[in-house]
């Protein structure tokens, strides 16, 4: 391999091992925490779903690194669609399973007296369930082209595609509207749900400060944590369609080019690091994750201490 090659694969590796120790610590907080009270929340519910995707959406990735760099051979054009396919599903409820945290946020935190926030507020569940089985009506059609399209490379592969080259050509550009179409609503929601939760924040700073209370109440804190979840998916996302776009909607192209394998780099940050930051802005996770430092650290510094 070349230099810069094994720089990426050692910069993909320590994302992909990062990112799905974070996802595989939410998973057993939330897990062994429900086996304790018996019940989980709505929250650690979506949180917990998500980390588990999560850690699918990185496998998948480290499956088709792996077998384009270290044996490109194995990638036949049957694999990658497979790889493709399984890729797309599982980033389709990775984006909608966060932009469903970003409206949870919202609709528990956010602080509005329109009778239509409120008739939602008390619907949470209701709310969640239409947007969920709405994403999966959206994603319906990309699914479809994009198994259309699979199809068609595969028989062109093997030369049963003699005269369709028009065929091609239109699902191929279909199923890159239907791409940005199922990537530009979420995206869109969660902005949204951001520029609500900053308004009902400064109402509420407002607030406090008409009543001389300080700026510290758990009211506040909660506003920021969320706004803090949501502007870092915003963030991490927008640089994984960035990722895409640059490389030509083709996140499991080959890695023949630099900008393919630059792509793929900065594309991983999202799943990886964005659950980081998950685990900061939730209370009960954050100081598990604490506590496991804290031995870890304790339990390293007992081993260098010389036995007499």
Not at 19 to 33: E, H, P, Q, R
Not at 128 to 153: A, D, E, R
Not at 158 to 174: M, Q, S
Request: proline share 3%.
């Amino acid at each position: 391999m070349s230099v810069f090659l094994r720089i990426a694969t050692m910069a993909m590796v320590a994302e992909i091992t990062l990112g799905s120790f974070a996802n595989v610590f939410i998973v057993l907080v939330n897990f062994t925490d429900c086996i304790k009270r018996r019940k989980i929340s709505l929250a650690d519910r979506i949180l917990t779903a998500l980390a588990i995707f999560r850690i699918g959406f990185l496998l998948v990735v480290l499956m088709n690194w792996c077998s384009t760099v270290f044996n490109p051979a194995l990638l036949t054009i049957q694999i990658k669609f497979i790889i493709c396919v399984a890729w797309a599903v599982i980033n389709h409820f990775n984006t909608w399973l966060a932009t469903i945290l970003s409206i949870l946020y919202l609709l528990k935190i956010g602080n509005f007296s329109n009778f239509l926030f409120l008739g939602l507020k008390r619907k949470i569940k209701s709310v969640i369930v239409v947007v969920l089985f709405g994403s999966l009506v959206i994603s319906f059609p990309n699914l479809v082209m994009g198994t259309i399209y699979g199809k068609i490379q595969v028989d062109g592969h093997r030369g049963n595609l003699t005269g369709k080259p028009k065929l091609a050509y239109v699902v191929n550009h279909t199923l890159l509207m239907s791409f940005t179409l199922n990537n530009v609503i979420p995206f869109t929601t969660s902005m949204i749900c951001l520029l609500l939760l900053i308004y009902s924040l400064c109402k509420h700073l407002q607030t406090m400060k008409l009543y001389r209370k300080g700026p510290q109440d758990p009211s506040t804190t909660a506003h920021i944590k969320a706004l803090q979840a949501v502007i870092s998916f915003l963030l991490l996302f927008s640089m994984f369609i960035l990722s895409l776009i640059i490389s030509g909607y083709s996140y499991m192209t080959s890695l023949d080019e630099p900008v393919h394998l630059i792509c793929q780099v900065i594309g991983t940050l999202y799943p990886s690091s964005h659950s980081f930051i998950l685990i900061w802005v939730n209370k009960r996770i954050k100081q598990t994750f604490l506590l496991m430092l804290r031995h870890l650290g304790c339990r390293l510094k007992g081993q260098n201490i010389p036995t007499t």
